[in-house]
Structures are given as structure tokens and as C-alpha cells.
């Protein structure tokens, strides 16, 4: 832990002074020591890409390479090698391929986050490798993977489904749940909240397709980041750094590839499915 503490030093003049009064610089470096531990335990990793195969078997979207066990320890991790390439290298595809990715992304994160419960949060295109022989997508590197509660799952389905049906009660009293809100905020914070819940579920609310560049979701939530700095009461949930990684990689991947594509029905498979078990 002494290596890990060095990478995060904390006195005047270092990174934290640069981070806005309010943003719970704190918490956020806590976590971020706790996942540079994660991605050095290679053992840990090896759990999680096997949980990971099993759970995408038999997907024909998906890909995870087998691990070799006898050939892997804490600090080596051996597995098979994929053929394929990197997702950001098919920019300057057809749109027809592009789209196919970009929604076989959304997919993914749809599958890991309310039905999984387990995501690989690393963003990193290059963790992701597109075999145009098998038109499958091959998942790398489980060092960032995270497992969810299912209370935590289930109250983010409740409010992504909020934003489908506009229901900005039921937007605020799921996220108090979750513990992004503590109830008590002001209404200029719950308004900024309820827009960045509504950036991140449009997609999956439309019944067009979503032109990820025309609305750049990424853009309009960094408008709100100084309300959220200055009017915040709470600290965010530990899960929520990782999740915001893992939805915002997504959209930006779909904007870098000038994406237009329906996300609705995506979200709507995975929203009958959890409410018949």
C-alpha cells in the first residue's frame, strides 16, 4: 500500500488544490487508490474475467478470452490470445458497422449493469477489440471490474425508466435510495440532478434513433458540474465513479464514431426481463 500511497500524494500545490470546494475530493481519491490496488492483483483480475466469460457465454455479440490458471499468480496474468482491433480503429468505417458497435456497447453496459450486476469499468477503447470475422466484440483487461448490489441496480433501473416516463419525483426519491441525494437539498441542486439523470437516460428513452454527436450528452453534463461543486450536501455513492465511467466511455465511443442508433428497444428487453423474475 506504501507504493500506492506514493502515486496519490496529497499536500499544497498538488492536483487536489485544482478540484472545485464541494466535489468530495476526498472520497474520490479513496476510491481511486483502492482501484489502482484492484488493477495490480492479478489474481483478483482472473476472478473477474471468468465470471465475466460465464456470464456472455453463449452471447453472439461478446467475447472473453479463456485464462490460463496454471500460468497466472498476483502478479502475472496469462490468457489466450484474440484476433481483432481496437474499437476507436473503425472511425473511419461504414456507418452501418459503426452503428452495429456502437449499439453492441450499449449492450453491454445495459447487460453488466441491471442484469449482471458486474462491469468493467476501464473505459480504454483499446480494451475492447472488434473481430470483423466473427463480428463479435473481444472484452480485455478486468482489473477495474466492479460488482453492484442488487438494491443498487434495481433503484438505477427505476430511474433510467423515470426518465422514459418524465417522473421527476420518482427520479429524486430513487436517487435518495442510492444515496445520491440526502433529501435535503436545494432546488437548484435537485434541478441540476434530475437534467444529468435525463442527459444519461435519453437515449433509452426515445423511440427515434439517438444521434450521439447532435445531442453530445457529454457536453451538457459538464454545464452542471459547478452546481453540483457548489450545491452537493452528500458525497456520492462509491459505486457512482465507476458507473459514470463506464456510461460516459460508452456515449463518447458512440459520438467518436458518429453513431445513430435506437437504444430503446435495448433498454426496453432489459427492463421486461428484470421485471418478470
Known amino acids: 500500500s506504501s507504493g500506492i500511497n506514493a502515486e496519490w500524494p496529497l499536500r499544497p500545490g498538488s492536483v487536489v488544490d485544482l478540484v472545485p470546494k464541494g466535489a468530495h475530493v476526498d472520497q474520490a481519491l479513496s476510491i481511486a487508490k483502492k482501484e489502482l490496488a484492484y488493477e495490480t492483483d492479478y489474481l483478483r483480475e482472473a476472478d473477474s474475467q471468468e465470471k465475466m466469460r460465464a456470464l456472455l457465454k453463449g452471447d453472439p455479440d461478446f467475447e472473453v478470452p479463456k485464462v490460463y490458471r496454471e500460468l497466472t499468480s498476483k502478479h502475472v496474468l496469462t490468457q489466450e490470445f484474440v484476433e481483432g482491433d481496437p474499437i476507436d480503429n473503425f472511425v ?23 442484469e449482471f450486476q ?20 473481444k472484452l480485455l483487461d478486468f482489473g477495474a471490474t466492479l460488482e453492484l448490489t442488487e438494491e443498487f441496480s434495481d433503484n438505477y433501473l427505476q430511474v433510467i425508466r423515470s426518465c422514459a416516463t418524465e417522473d421527476r419525483q420518482a427520479i429524486i426519491d430513487a436517487s435518495i435510495k442510492m444515496g445520491f441525494l440526502s433529501g435535503y437539498e436545494s432546488e437548484i441542486m435537485l434541478d441540476a440532478h434530475c437534467e444529468a439523470i435525463k442527459v444519461v ?77
Open 201 to 277: 437516460g435519453e437515449p433509452f428513452a426515445t423511440d427515434e434513433p439517438y444521434d450521439f454527436v447532435e445531442k453530445a450528452a457529454y457536453k451538457r453534463v459538464a454545464k452542471l458540474l459547478e452546481v453540483f461543486a457548489k450545491h452537493r450536501i452528500t458525497a456520492p455513492p462509491e459505486e457512482s465513479y465507476a458507473l459514470n465511467r463506464k456510461l460516459s466511455g460508452a456515449f463518447l465511443l458512440c459520438n467518436k464514431l458518429n453513431a445513430v442508433i435506437p437504444c430503446k428497444p435495448l433498454f426496453d428487453k432489459v427492463y421486461e426481463h428484470k421485471m418478470n423474475l
Open 92 to 114: 473511419d468505417a461504414p456507418i452501418e458497422l459503426k452503428n452495429a458497435i456502437g449499439l453492441k456497447m450499449l449492450k453491454l453496459c445495459l447487460r453488466e449493469l441491471f
Open 118 to 137: 458486474l462491469m468493467q469499468t476501464d473505459p480504454n477503447w483499446s480494451n475492447f477489440f472488434y473481430d470483423t470475422k466473427t463480428k463479435k466484440i
